[in-house]
């Protein structure tokens, strides 16, 4: 039999016929559906249980309470801590997307040399040598932790110097600290008990101080009043977050900050507004209200207001002296409400931006901002997460990144009370990691551990029998009746809390009116983010949305 | 004419053969699970009757689905007994700190959200009405992957035609479907998707 | 259940952080797209920045999160969608969008008068490994479909599982709080159930001070703004919100 072309056909059209009585078309159908909708490049969420754990935020010194959920030991969503006593379950923008931080493209995963592949012996070697050849000076970012003491030992062991970076808040207080002899670090602001809050251009609601403390504070006591318990009263050239919330935005003109401030203080003095008899300021009203671009009026008019509801504090964006006499004059210097002394303790820091006179090496821990670049020539070891690019040190080590290490977290830098917590390690890194801390424990085997140096600030707390640990209820240190108790719930997520100092609170002396003088400018919270790139989500904020603007690897 | 039907009704057969017959089989291809697990010895020999003894919900109210390799460590982190699947689990998963890469019979694709709480406890189903009565089962189950979506064999079901499905034979979304409809739950399209 | 789930976001509040969109971004597994604009972004939860248009000591600015306003009545998208992709979800009021069933015709993005719709114009892609930090409660989509808020219904589901886990009928409700709502530092956004007169949320949007965007297009958004400035509850009469110089700059024309 001659098979044809046509029996091919007729052939083709049964078994066409046959298959569609088949389950070969309607499953193939169905399997290729099933298939298409998974394909493998896309990638998907880890499968298995996802546990909620407690920790604290390092990627400023704000410390603000975390609750992560984590799944396969890896991050995979950040909230806050509603309970926290001072963010109250707030964060700032980017520690919504920090949990995805880890992986960042510019995550530095290997020693680094002069921008060449190198191995933690060689930068232990390096540094060994270093240290026997001449003084070592460490800078710390995050002052006030465990590690910050390892590190402050080991300069102190070596006669070399510890310095810290100080945010934002603390550098504004620097001005009482030459009238009161007490150390910027130990002050804070009172805005708990304020009643009027003139701020001189300071972004108290877009993240002055940690993120749920003053916000929160403003949105219940403020927030779409008429006649609020809190007024809130921005100084500031143009229209920007937290002067458009505020109860009454003062527009001056640009760079005019400090002489708003000796003009209000000489009305208050004039008019005898205040109890305060001095110091007068030397500019007269009438230049203050030309070179503001106010007029005289009104600044008569703001400061009959300011003082209509005390107590009244003053915070500045800078650390402006002008502004800093202004409470002075308003009294707010160790009083309730202004600006007062949160410690007994007496520790002054020496800033890290002062000139290094001589050093053989400098240690940078990962907490210091990346734009900080020390003029030196001595060797920088510099300790980071992420590789902020170009920069100027010599060695570039990989430090733990979000969550990879166990810390403790100090009071955030505008508390008027101290407070502690912890901050448990909620995930491991990929490639080895070490912080400056514990590589200088390494070469110095006389340091006490972060771990012991925690252990025995637990047990302090314990033996002060001072202050409330705060979590879902607040309980009296008192009532604790071990140390190790106490200790457990720090891990497990408790803030401590201490009390305020009492009277006499701060004694300022200023005798005369402050020269005007140039101020470094704070940037309010975005300056405070230490890590030199944004969290991926941050697109949201700027690119894909007009709402903020990216400024030098920052967020404005 | 005749020639012609008898060439196509040879189509048709050859049509009908291969997808009736060729077709199944090789759709599916056997893929071994790791070691052969025996419900039945667990559940008599070790007092482990109830399943959820080792599939239990968690606190939060999910479920653990198959038990995490520290469940069978709780007891097997030596070898007690004397089979070579046991062996196996001990030597090459326990010892050496890996989950055991069980091949999952329900898989679901990721998109499918399938709560066990809200189904045992609210619907008052047993185990038994969706996944048979595998717990007395004496042998591990054959698992067949589909090779065109990837899935379980279990989720169309074992007869390709699906008629004279066994209630808990097939998860697919059209089964869950009429197990919904039947009981008047209507939950959306979000009440089952992520 | 039959709830009405619902929004109060309190304009007086909203200092225009951009929580709330870092934090829904995160929830839902929303990728990063660092070369995208305003006009191609992916933002479930969008704050703008209104002004008054004036300039000086005049201007007033106030920032408004744009989510999808889950329309109670003859909701535009799902009138228009041909494939059922979306639909209004009986027993919550939330208009749920199946990305999984949408065949990428964008209509609904046409229809939606709040443009709270968004496409995926690519796949997702993050950088090696951070697909660890995706979410395992959303799932990821995949290109060309479209997708906006669900009201988190990851979220849903936990509290759904958690109630019967513990044998009751109905969820807590603190246990159902979307991203935006937890993520506010100020507390400016408010989640409930506007069907129950227990719950603050269907007080406030009774308050007079609240008003909804485009009321008079007859949707019913379930979303409603609240401001006690005069001047905000004008803007919202307007047809299409006035925005600020900069982002009208970085739209396209």
Request: charge should be positive.
């Amino acid at each position: 039999m001659k098979v044809s072309r046509r029996d091919l056909l007729v052939w083709s059209a049964g078994a066409a016929a046959g298959l569609m009585v088949t389950p070969v078309p309607w499953r193939v159908l169905d399997d290729v559906s099933i298939w298409s909708q998974n394909w493998p490049w896309i990638p998907q969420p880890a499968r298995g249980p996802v546990d909620v754990k407690q920790s604290a935020c390092t990627l400023c010194p704000k410390g603000c309470g975390l609750r992560v959920r984590v799944a396969g030991g890896f991050l995979v969503g950040v909230a806050g801590v509603a309970s926290h006593p001072v963010t109250r379950g707030a964060l700032c923008p980017l520690a919504f997307g920090a949990h995805q931080l880890n992986w960042h493209p510019q995550r530095l995963r290997t020693v680094l040399h002069r921008r060449s592949v190198s191995t933690w012996n060689a930068a232990q070697m390096a540094f060994t040598k270093a240290c026997s050849e001449g003084p070592v000076v460490v800078i710390d970012g995050y002052p006030g932790r465990a590690a910050s003491q390892v590190l402050e030992s080991f300069a102190k062991n070596r006669r070399g110097e510890y310095r810290v970076v100080l945010s934002a808040e603390t550098r504004a207080l620097a001005p009482y600290e030459r009238w009161t002899g007490v150390p910027a670090a130990l002050l804070g602001y009172d805005v708990e008990n304020a009643g009027t809050i003139v701020s001189f251009g300071a972004p108290l609601l877009d993240g002055w101080g940690a993120p749920g403390h003053f916000t929160r504070l403003w949105a219940d006591r403020a927030a779409g009043m008429n006649d609020p318990q809190l007024r809130l009263i921005q100084v500031e050239p143009t229209l920007s977050r937290t002067a458009s919330r505020a109860w009454q935005w003062v527009p001056v003109r640009n760079g005019s900050e400090a002489v708003l401030a000796a003009g209000i203080a000489g009305v208050l003095l004039e008019e005898h507004l205040v109890s305060a008899r001095g110091p007068k300021p030397t500019l007269s009203l009438t230049a203050a209200g030309e070179q503001t671009g106010l007029g005289i009026d009104a600044i008569r008019g703001l400061a009959r207001t300011i003082v209509a509801r005390p107590p009244v504090v003053a915070i500045a964006n800078d650390d402006s002296p002008e502004v800093a006499a202004l409470n002075v004059v308003l009294g707010a210097v160790g009083a309730r409400g202004g600006i007062v002394r949160r410690s007994r303790e007496n520790k002054s820091y020496l800033a890290a931006d002062t000139p290094i006179s001589s050093a053989r090496a400098v240690v940078i821990d990962s907490s210091v901002p990346w734009d900080f670049a020390p003029k030196t020539d001595a060797e920088v070891f510099r300790f980071a997460a992420w590789d902020g690019g170009s920069g100027s040190a010599d060695w570039l080590l990989p430090a733990p990144g979000f969550l990879e290490e166990a810390t403790d977290v100090p009071a955030a830098p505008e508390l008027a009370v101290q407070s502690f917590a912890l901050a448990p390690a909620l995930t491991k890194a990929q490639h080895e990691v070490r912080s400056a801390a514990l590589f200088l424990s390494g070469i110095d085997s006389a340091l006490p551990t972060a771990e012991e140096i925690i252990h025995a600030r637990c047990q302090q707390i314990f033996q002060s029998r001072v202050g409330m640990l705060c979590s879902r209820e607040q309980t009296p240190v008192s009532r604790f009746a071990a140390s190790q108790k106490l200790e457990e719930q720090l891990w497990a997520g408790a803030v401590w809390v201490g009390e305020p100092v009492g009277p006499p609170n701060l004694r300022c002396e200023l005798k005369e009116w402050p020269t005007p003088s140039t101020s470094t400018r704070g940037e309010g919270w975005s300056s405070s983010w230490t890590a030199p790139v944004l969290p991926p989500l941050a697109s949201k904020l700027v690119e894909e949305s007009g709402l903020r603007q990216r400024a030098e690897g920052r967020l404005a | 004419m005749r020639r012609s039907l008898l060439v196509f009704g040879l189509g048709v057969m050859v049509a009908m053969l291969a997808g009736w017959v060729v077709f199944p089989r090789a759709l599916y291809m056997r893929k071994p699970q790791p070691l052969e697990f025996r419900h039945k010895t667990h559940a008599e020999k070790s007092g482990l009757a109830d399943c959820n003894e080792c599939h239990a919900l968690r606190d939060d109210g999910t479920f653990a689905g198959l038990p995490a390799m520290e469940k069978c460590a709780g007891c097997h982190a030596e070898r007690i007994g004397e089979t070579k699947a046991e062996a196996t689990l001990v030597n090459n998963y326990i010892k050496q700190g890996h989950e055991t890469p069980w091949q999952v019979y329900a898989q679901q694709p990721p998109n499918v959200w399938f709560s066990h709480s809200i189904h045992l406890k609210r619907a008052g189903l047993k185990c038994e009405d969706c996944h048979a009565n595998y717990g007395a089962s004496d042998q591990v189950k054959v698992y067949e992957v589909n090779r065109i979506s990837g899935y379980s064999r279990d989720i169309w079901g074992h007869s390709i035609s699906r008629l004279h499905r066994a209630p808990h034979d097939g998860m697919k979304m059209s089964d869950c479907e009429d197990c919904h409809r039947q009981h008047n739950a209507d939950v959306g399209c979000l009440g089952c998707h992520k | 259940m039959s709830a009405r789930y619902g929004m109060v976001i309190d304009l007086d509040r909203c200092t225009g952080c951009g929580s709330c969109m870092v934090a829904c971004a995160a929830e839902n597994n929303v990728p990063a797209l660092p070369q995208a604009t305003t006009r191609t972004g992916l933002t479930p939860m969008l704050v703008r920045r209104v002004s008054n248009e004036r300039d000086g000591a005049e201007r007033r600015e106030v920032f408004i999160p744009i989510l999808c306003m889950h329309c109670e009545r003859e909701t535009p998208c799902v009138s228009v969608c041909p494939q059922q992709a979306v639909e209004v979800d009986k027993a919550t009021g939330i208009v749920m969008q199946m990305p999984q069933r949408c065949l990428g015709c964008r209509y609904c993005m046409t229809a939606c008068a709040y443009h709270a719709r968004y496409f995926n114009w690519r796949d997702p892609a993050w950088p090696a490994g951070m697909e660890k930090s995706l979410n395992p409660a959303v799932a990821v989509r995949m290109r060309g479909v479209v997708e906006k808020c669900n009201f988190c219904h990851g979220r849903l589901h936990a509290a759904k599982e958690k109630a019967a886990a513990a044998s009751k009928r109905e969820i807590d409700p603190a246990d159902y709080v979307p991203a935006c709502v937890e993520a506010c530092p100020t507390g400016a956004i408010r989640f409930g159930n506007l069907a129950d007169t227990g719950d603050p949320v269907s007080h406030e949007a009774r308050s007079p001070y609240a008003f909804r965007l485009l009321a008079r297009l007859g949707t019913e958004p379930k979303v409603y703004y609240k401001s006690k400035e005069a001047w905000v509850r004008q803007l919202a009469e307007s047809v299409s919100g006035r925005e600020t110089e900069a982002s009208r700059e970085m739209k396209h024309v």
